[in-house]
């Protein structure tokens, strides 16, 4: 477990001009001189020099650069003053027991080291909450429990053989076992639950991932056992959050929790992470953040109200405060009194500051059949909050996730330092349904439809009206158009709250114009609503559904049309050319086809019968049948025309002939008397002058090619005598 692995240099990357500019005095975080000098060895983090922090730290590349350091930094150092080096593979930092003051100053006077942490042992923080954050309809309605989602527990272990965890016999077995790893990173005991009594023992690894469970059934669990004994060392709690940055896209890990703490009152957040005063977990914790994962901490059990403990005070933690989550009389916790208690009041016991991002029930919790107190618990119910909203939202990124929290949260103001914070609320983290606006209306279609959500934070919008006349304030919206005419009808009937149902037409929420609407009429039962109207082919239907007097709940909404025998007023018009023509030429014609409506005229066809003699030249009809062509126009929408030219080479006999046109679809159409068309082509000889070559010459024109030739041999003699 403390091996450390030497990989051969093959890179030469630029280090960063802090590497030389920190003195040896500056890296040291806090005086480990002592133990040494009563030759005592000591275990300290060394953090490195991270190379180029543009480079995300799942690439190789930046891993071998570390690898790299760490080997040259430990090279460096005299062979007898060192030993059981360990190096953590996704961050900046490695861990080597001391022995002896020379090998420290080397450590510190090495210009790769940033600076220099000794090991410190952290504390468990000890500790029906859940319908006070509004779990329960997050749950149940919504059926948002964090599925596809995994918590990071850094705790005891746990003893993941119960119920909570899906009763496992080992770790991923049988199917139902929720717990995916189970790792000793502290001492390997092969216990499950460190802090229980005995291999099967409740301790407080099994409470706090208990409590995550409870607010997130669905999610899978890392049960990472940190401690050795009652401590928590920094460098294994380091270890094991490198593990959840390794293995974070293996198990999908979105949250860490980490329910412990060093006791120490920070007065201010622990921001620096080299040099005097810097904190270990800075860059853990924030690297852990970058990588996807929200760290959720625990704010202590000290009873600061102007400070938080470490590693709670690292900003880019989600720290968490206790409050009670019922009347539970007076209590004396030791480090102070509550007198009396109250749903969300602030816990005596809870670390406050105003850093502190947030509040959770801690107070009093009943979880693995105990009923214990603390802000251990808090966290991981902020923690399995995050799990149920990255389940629900996948991807959302920490810093998105973490405001919806803080930002929906209700405001509790702590009686000692008057700071107001957000007491965690997961039902309003959860936003505004998606059709909870007019225009983000979900589209409905076809004949029947049934759809359920809810009406959770859902608004009324500016300009919209009372939905069936009374007061509601909780719409949610959907759109159906019409796919013929007949009769709509709709119902909430399945919904869990009294609803107002209304139906409109229009395009802008402030200008509808109501078709329907009811509360509780027709058809409604138990607070349902339902309507039926009649409903236009092609019109789009703007429906609300509304919680009565603002309730919200599971909203159901049924749709049923039943469509009148469909109808089309088809009408044919045909059109050729405007004047005689000579037989034998190339003549157009076009048809035209109109439908009045009210439906679409389905497989439109039109009959062309012309006369005999007559030849089709060209067109997109085909011919069926002697003087016969037929054009399919495929479906005509009502209010729209279809048309199809045609060509002929017309007969060679002079005289009128007629063209007829009719056409059909498969839509009734009642009115069929303008469904044909006649044209009449009145074909001419072709003039006198346009004689052919091939032409048989008639006897006037053989009389007067003889004259020709008299005359011409007339004047040929002529010329020749002279």
Not at 289 to 306: D, K, P, Q
Not at 425 to 451: E, K
Request: aromatic letters at 6%.
């Amino acid at each position: 477990m403390y091996t450390f692995l030497r990989i051969p240099v093959t890179l030469l990357l630029v280090l960063p001009l802090h590497a030389w500019a920190v003195s040896p005095a500056d890296k040291l975080a806090e005086d480990m001189t002592a133990p040494l000098d009563r030759g005592v060895p000591v275990r300290v983090i060394v953090q490195i020099d991270a190379g180029d922090e543009t480079v995300p730290v799942e690439d190789p590349v930046r891993r071998s650069h570390y690898n790299e350091v760490r080997a040259r930094v430990l090279s460096e150092l005299p062979v007898d003053g060192y030993d059981k080096a360990r190096s953590f593979s996704h961050l900046p930092m490695m861990s080597v027991r001391i022995k002896n003051r020379n090998a420290l100053d080397k450590l510190l006077e090495h210009s790769d080291v940033v600076t220099v942490f000794p090991d410190k042992p952290h504390k468990a923080m000890l500790a029906q909450s859940l319908p006070l954050i509004g779990q329960t309809p997050v749950a149940n309605v919504m059926a948002r429990a964090g599925a596809n989602t995994t918590v990071a527990v850094l705790d005891t272990g746990g003893m993941y053989t119960r119920p909570e965890f899906g009763s496992c016999t080992a770790v991923g077995a049988p199917s139902t076992c929720k717990v995916v790893a189970a790792q000793d990173f502290a001492y390997p005991d092969d216990i499950l639950d460190d802090n229980g009594s005995g291999l099967e023992g409740i301790g407080h690894g099994t409470e706090v991932a208990a409590t995550v469970a409870g607010v997130a059934p669905a999610t899978k669990f890392a049960l990472l056992d940190v401690f050795d004994g009652e401590d928590a060392w920094s460098v294994d709690i380091i270890d094991a959050i490198n593990w959840s940055i390794a293995n974070k896209d293996a198990y999908a890990i979105a949250a860490i929790n980490m329910s412990l703490g060093d006791g120490t009152l920070n007065t201010a957040t622990c921001s620096k992470s080299s040099g005097v005063g810097a904190n270990p977990f800075v860059t853990p914790i924030r690297t852990a953040r970058n990588a996807g994962i929200v760290v959720v901490i625990a704010s202590g059990n000290e009873g600061y109200s102007n400070g938080l403990a470490s590693p709670a005070c690292v900003p880019e933690s989600l720290s968490v405060g206790s409050v009670y989550d019922a009347t539970i009389g007076g209590v004396a916790w030791g480090v102070c009194t509550d007198a009396t208690t109250a749903a969300d009041k602030v816990a005596c016991y809870s670390n406050s500051a105003n850093f502190l991002d947030l509040l959770a029930p801690g107070s009093a919790i009943t979880v693995a059949g105990n009923t214990v107190h603390g802000t251990s618990l808090a966290a991981p119910m902020a923690a399995g909050a995050v799990a149920v909203l990255k389940g629900a939202y996948p991807s959302e990124t920490p810093a998105q996730i973490e405001a919806r929290i803080t930002s929906a949260g209700v405001p509790v103001t702590d009686a000692r330092n008057a700071l107001a914070k957000p007491r965690l609320n997961l039902l309003a983290a959860q936003g505004a349904p998606v059709n909870d606006g007019f225009s983000s209306a979900i589209a409905l279609s076809g004949n029947q439809a049934a759809v359920s959500g809810w009406n959770f934070n859902a608004t009324s919008e500016s300009g919209e009206p009372l939905h069936a006349g009374q007061a509601g304030g909780r719409s949610i919206w959907w759109t159906w158009v019409a796919p013929g005419n007949g009769t709509l009808s709709l119902d909430t009937q399945n919904s869990g709250v009294d609803t107002l149902l209304a139906v409109y037409t229009g395009t802008t929420v402030g200008a509808l114009v109501q078709v329907a609407a009811n509360d509780n009429g027709a058809g409604g039962s138990g607070g349902s609503s339902a309507a039926s109207m009649n409903v236009s082919a092609g019109t789009t239907y703007h429906i609300a559904v509304d919680g009565k007097s603002g309730v919200a709940g599971s909203v159901a909404l049924q749709l049923t049309f039943a469509q009148t025998v469909p109808s089309a007023d088809l009408a044919l018009t045909i059109s050729g050319p405007a004047s005689a023509v000579e037989a034998g030429q190339q003549t157009s014609y076009s048809v035209t086809v109109t439908n009045a409506g009210p439906d679409i005229a389905q497989n439109a066809m039109v009959s062309l019968n012309y006369p005999s003699g007559w030849t089709l030249a060209g067109g997109s009809c085909v011919e069926i049948a002697a003087q016969t062509v037929q054009c399919n126009l495929g479906n005509i929408p009502a209010g729209q025309a279809a048309m199809t030219m045609q060509a002929f080479n017309t007969g060679s006999q002079a005289g009128t002939f007629q063209m007829i046109a009719t056409v059909a679809s498969d839509t009734a159409d009642p009115l069929q008397a303008n469904n044909a068309d006649t044209t009449d082509t009145t074909l001419t000889q072709p003039s006198a002058t346009s004689v052919n070559e091939g032409d048989v010459p008639t006897l006037t024109e053989w009389a007067a090619i003889l004259m020709a030739a008299m005359l011409f041999g007339i004047s040929a003699r002529r010329r020749m005598a002279i």
